[in-house]
């Protein structure tokens, strides 16, 4: 009996001394060969750009591609960390290029611009091939978007040990392109603020678009507790609503980090959420906001009702939205409280005096704000109630978020607008922390409990929808609301679980056809967490380092 | 009705605009009383050390005291962060000196031997005076030890507007002395390994609060980190590479950091469970390595277990142990026991043999392994510390002294104390901070953490820690500590996951109630931990955000039924 452990032992043993066939990829190729040929990087390495006229943010990103390629320095997540790949390595070939070039026709334009062109029309397809034989391997797109896609996945393909760089799965050919076309990070920067080198880091080497081709930053810039950004129309916004007066986001920091996104392939979609979470607007216009009831504190909702108020709004959101470059624009839209208005003197004056109901007077302020982003060739974005719960009149091509509950969705593909899918039960990133609010020492988080990376990737983008509604699932998102979070904890709130729904949404399937899977995945995951880890990113552990190295020997049944 | 709710708001601006009474001060002190006056710090501000024969560590403390009062620069969390503080700061006085002092007849000592001397002998109460007037403040005490509490103290005491350190609550005084002994905080750095440097940090940040235990569960079944200078295979075979080890000089070092902060080092090498590790180094002595279903071989994995019922294991744990205790200078060792899984035994042949022909049971045979390990410990002179169900799920005779870690529920405290043992609280249904994250392992997506939900600070807060048990048994509980189980955590979350949640234990134990003697109230501790964040994040900690900085700023406006 003892002896038959021992052979069990080295059985186990054995496994780990060969290669194992984990890809490293996340999120994963639409379809993938690979060999087991041992391939090393060249001490001379070079991307050969084969691209006239190449625009100067590709080179940037060439130039990252190269120093992830030197200085990402994982191990294989094996036991040994790549010990025993020394023989293997011993008389490898030698990959000395990676060739560049966009397919003919192709036109050339900066990555900033191929990101942010309008969803649906931006090509992130590419095929990259690595042969067996040290020849130059081949990065082919339709854009510069594309090749960057292409890069990040390079990227992930090697492993280090001991001054080498090397993959042992060559030749490898994969053919990429998106699922679907929105994938997205949400991060709310009012109720506590994050500094700019905070929100870069996290578009940056980011883990969204270098690492794992997240190409939307959802940004929820302001809300009832904080109005950190600076409009130049509206400084005051800012003046009073900031938390310090070096709490903000200037004109040019967002500019910054628009085109900062935008050369890593990330759209910025800015959200100023109206006309409920404005409380902060009265430390500016006391008379425009009404301060009695709220799902949190502060209280304070626009008095949407009033002209003045719709007047406000629409000049506010036109004035941010012009200086910026997507074509999307997020008006925000949920948990409006009626309660709050139902004892507002002016309010129910303007009501009375109009003849209009509440509803109706959202109607007409809705109109007046999406109006004026249309004017300015913005598509606007709403949260799910302005859909499921108030009766107006919106675009048809107005996108809305899910977000209370992923069963919801149905209900807005019903009515034939396009969603995306940001539902709190799979995707939200604050949940499990606890209450948050004072004196209640036994309360809960409210969409308790923690969203594992686990739980966050079974989500069914199409789950409960009819196939001819699946064209109108954009895609979706993982969100950090901040009321217990600020840049203390972003990273390891976030990384890598963030990293689920981008290949969810990427992917969509195995390269095999079949349906993703929480098992195939943790080993990758694993590997985009360490690689995270060494790209300076404070990404969570998801086991003890011993499950790591042992694909699968941490499974619940295993 | 409009212009009522305008005066509403006023009031709420008004309110916003008066100092606030808040204290910034955590744990809160025994006794405290203070002024209403506004006292500057000068800008020669300096400790003034009226102790023959000073210790080094004493000066360095000094010195740290003094970075932190001139760097921590933490605002007033009252909107504004203390700008209307300046009409007040104008003519305000000046404090020039910090007088520091023993009683007489105290002995001088270093902090770090005061620290790690046996609990119950350590002196950490002190007072604390700060005139009005600005004359120099005094700070004495019956130790070094006492000192380092009180300089903890002092830091807190001020904030810091355009230039300016100052407090609004001058003249202070404060007499303040532990409620309980033992105060701790515990890391596993087995599951994930913790660099040096972060442990060293977080000593920092437990010498804040004053916990003075730094419980170190450092080896567990997936890696053994500690170099241990007889057995170094344990550490190049266990360890989860070369460079993820804590080599003798490392943790010589991180007991003298601790030391020299009023902390005591609680060394934990958990057996007989919890050790498959040490199957890549004695596959003779380890039962159940590596099997599956692991479900059932151990609570998680890798299953393995030491085979404590072979002498050969008796003899090598009991001279692991020593040689460990034997380099470490606090007066207690934890010898684990939690998790002892009986089927791993079931069908091990060496077990069974070995039970068989010596007609032994398996609880005799760890009667015999535990009365030999701690017999070495007690040997070395060190007290042994064990988990709950050595002495609620086995039959063995443990020594009197024996402390009993309570982590299951703190329902159990209750049957321990009944046992006659001293506890120390560590339940996990209140200071688990692991707790909430979501399972851990792989093919689960709908499983939950085994100890949901999260346990916020507040809900900790709330521990009881003499709950059920009789006033004859009170004595028995030593204090308690929060603990972190690495299974998803690492350097990477180690701040935010532990901070300021941690705190909340630290307060319990040292303050046990407010100063007018009503019980610690979570309401009115809010905005005290609120600053303690604060200023830790000043000092370069990650803590977590409890709230919207819109109410940080607000007290009590972010209350539930506010």
């Given at each position: ?558 | ?531 303690l964040r604060f200023r830790m994040v000043q000092r370069g900690l990650k803590p977590i955000s409890l709230q919207p900085y819109w109410c940080a700023i607000r007290p009590d406006a972010c209350d539930l039924t506010a």
């Amino acid at each position: 009996m003892a002896f038959s452990r021992y052979l069990i032992i080295l059985a186990l043993v054995t496994g780990c001394i060969l290669p194992s066939g984990v890809q490293a990829l996340w999120p994963i190729p639409t379809t993938l060969e690979t060999g087991m040929t041992t391939l090393k990087i060249s001490p001379t390495f070079y991307f050969d750009v084969q691209i006239e006229g190449a625009p100067s943010d590709l080179h940037d990103a060439v130039t990252q591609s190269q120093y992830y390629l030197e200085n990402d320095k994982l191990g294989r997540l094996v036991v040994g960390r790549g010990a025993n790949d020394t023989t293997a390595l011993a008389n490898a070939r030698t990959l000395s290029k990676l060739t560049l070039s966009l397919a003919s026709g192709a036109a050339v334009e900066p990555i900033s611009s191929e990101a942010i062109k309008p969803l649906g029309t931006r090509s992130e397809e590419y095929a990259l091939i690595i042969p067996a034989d040290g020849s130059a391997a081949t990065l082919i797109a339709n854009s510069t978007l594309g090749l960057y896609r292409g890069l990040t996945t390079f990227n992930q393909l090697f492993y280090y040990y001991r001054g080498v760089t090397y993959t042992l799965l060559a030749p490898i050919s994969i053919k990429d392109t998106p699922a679907y076309p929105f994938r997205g990070l949400g991060l709310d920067t009012s109720r506590n603020y994050y500094p700019v080198s905070d929100i870069l880091r996290t578009l940056d080497c980011d883990e969204l678009g270098e690492a794992i081709q997240i190409n939307t930053f959802h940004w929820h810039i302001t809300d009832s507790q904080s109005f950190p950004l600076e409009v130049a129309q509206y400084p005051e916004l800012a003046i009073n609503g900031a938390y310090s007066p070096q709490e903000v986001y200037t004109a040019s920091d967002v500019q910054y980090i628009v085109e900062y996104a935008a050369a890593r392939g990330i759209d910025v979609m800015m959200e100023i959420d109206t006309p409920g979470h404005t409380a902060i607007i009265a430390a500016t216009y006391p008379e425009y906001p009404v301060a009695d009831f709220a799902n949190e504190p502060p209280a304070g909702q626009l008095r949407f009702a009033l002209p003045e108020v719709m007047n406000f709004t629409a000049s506010l959101l036109t004035s941010v939205a012009k200086v910026l470059p997507s074509h999307y624009f997020s008006t925000g839209g949920d948990e409006l409280n009626t309660n709050c208005y139902a004892n507002d003197y002016l309010t129910e004056q303007q009501l009375n005096r109009t003849g209009m109901t509440l509803n109706g007077a959202l109607d007409a302020f809705t109109q007046t704000t999406h109006g004026a982003l249309i004017a300015q060739g913005k598509t606007p974005v709403v949260w799910e109630e302005m859909v499921l719960d108030w009766n107006i009149t919106l675009s048809n091509e107005t996108i809305v978020m899910i977000w209370i509950s992923s069963a919801d969705a149905a209900a807005v593909a019903g009515r034939g607008f396009r969603i995306i899918q940001a539902p709190s039960n799979y995707f939200y990133l604050d949940c499990g922390a606890g209450e948050w609010l004072g004196d209640d020492p036994t309360g809960n988080s409210w969409c308790d409990p923690f969203k594992t990376w686990s739980e966050a990737y079974t989500f069914d983008p199409l789950a409960n929808l009819t196939e001819a509604q699946y064209e109108l699932v954009l895609g979706g998102e993982q969100i950090l609301w901040s009321e217990q979070s600020g840049p203390q904890n972003v990273d390891s709130i976030v990384w890598p679980r963030a990293a689920s729904s981008a290949e969810i949404f990427w992917s969509g399937k195995q390269p095999t056809g079949a349906a993703l899977n929480v098992t195939e995945a943790l080993p990758r995951l694993h590997d985009v967490r360490y690689r995270m880890v060494q790209r300076g990113i404070n990404a969570i552990p998801l086991q003890p380092q011993w499950c790591a190295l042992r694909p699968d020997a941490c499974d619940i049944y295993a | 009705m409009a212009p009522s709710r305008y005066v509403g708001i006023l009031a709420l601006v008004a309110g916003c605009l008066l100092p606030s009474g808040v204290h910034a001060l955590w744990p809160i002190p025994h006794t405290l009383e203070t002024g209403t006056t506004a006292l500057t710090v000068s800008p020669f501000f300096y400790f003034d050390v009226q102790v023959e024969g000073a210790p080094l560590d004493l000066y360095e403390a000094v010195s740290q005291a003094q970075y932190y009062l001139a760097n921590d620069k933490l605002g007033r969390l009252v909107v504004g962060r203390g700008a209307n503080d300046t009409t007040a700061l104008v003519g305000a006085n000046t404090l020039s000196t910090l007088t520091l002092s023993l009683m007489s007849g105290a002995t001088v000592e270093p902090i770090a031997s005061e620290a790690v001397k046996p609990l119950g002998t350590r002196s950490e109460e002190y007072t604390l005076t700060i005139p009005a007037d600005g004359s120099a403040a005094t700070l004495v005490a019956n130790s070094t030890l006492g000192l380092y509490r009180g300089l903890t103290t002092f830091n807190q005491l001020f904030y810091y507007y355009g230039g300016v350190t100052y407090t609004l609550l001058a003249p202070i005084a404060i007499t303040d002395t532990p409620a309980y002994p033992f105060r701790g905080f515990a890391l596993d750095t087995a599951r994930n390994y913790y660099p040096v440097t972060d442990i060293l940090r977080t000593l920092d940040a437990m010498s804040w609060v004053k916990i003075n235990t730094f419980h170190w569960h450092i080896t567990d079944s997936q890696s053994f980190p500690l170099e241990v200078a007889q057995y170094p295979e344990l550490a190049i075979n266990g360890a989860y590479s070369p460079q993820e080890v804590y080599t003798p000089s490392d943790v010589q070092y991180i007991i003298q950091y601790a030391g020299a902060r009023g902390i005591d080092v609680l060394l934990e090498v958990d057996t007989p469970g919890h050790t498959s590790i040490i199957a890549a180094t004695y596959p003779d002595y380890v039962a159940c390595f590596d099997e599956t279903p692991w479900a059932t071989y151990a609570n998680e994995p890798p299953a393995g277990q030491l085979r404590f019922a072979l002498p050969e294991v008796v003899n090598f744990t009991a001279s692991l142990l020593a040689s460990i205790a034997s380099t470490v200078p606090s007066s207690y060792f934890s010898t684990g026991g939690d998790e002892l899984n009986t089927p791993c035994y079931t069908n091990d042949y060496p077990t069974q043999l070995q039970l068989n022909s010596t007609n032994t049971t398996l609880n005799d045979a760890l009667n015999t392994f535990t009365l030999a390990t701690h017999g070495a410990l007690i040997a070395e002179g060190k007290t042994p510390v064990v988990w709950e169900e050595m002495v609620l799920d086995w039959n063995i005779t443990l020594s009197n002294e024996t402390i009993v870690m309570v982590w299951i529920s703190s329902e159990d405290a209750l049957a321990v104390a009944e046992r006659g043992l001293r506890l120390v609280q560590a339940p996990s249904n209140y200071f688990y901070l692991d707790c909430g994250a979501g399972a851990w392992l792989g093919d689960d997506p709908t499983g939950n953490s085994w100890c949901d939900p999260f346990k916020t600070w507040s809900e900790s807060y709330t521990f009881d820690p003499l709950a059920n048990l009789t006033e004859a048994q009170y004595e028995l509980v030593l204090g308690g500590e929060q603990l972190l189980w690495s299974e998803q955590s690492g350097p990477e979350n180690l701040d935010p996951i532990v901070w300021p949640r941690a705190a909340s234990s630290a307060e319990i134990f040292w303050s046990a109630q407010q100063p007018t003697g009503a019980p610690l109230n979570v309401t009115e501790a809010l905005p005290r931990l609120q600053d303690l964040r604060f200023r830790m994040v000043q000092r370069g900690l990650k803590p977590i955000s409890l709230q919207p900085y819109w109410c940080a700023i607000r007290p009590d406006a972010c209350d539930l039924t506010a």
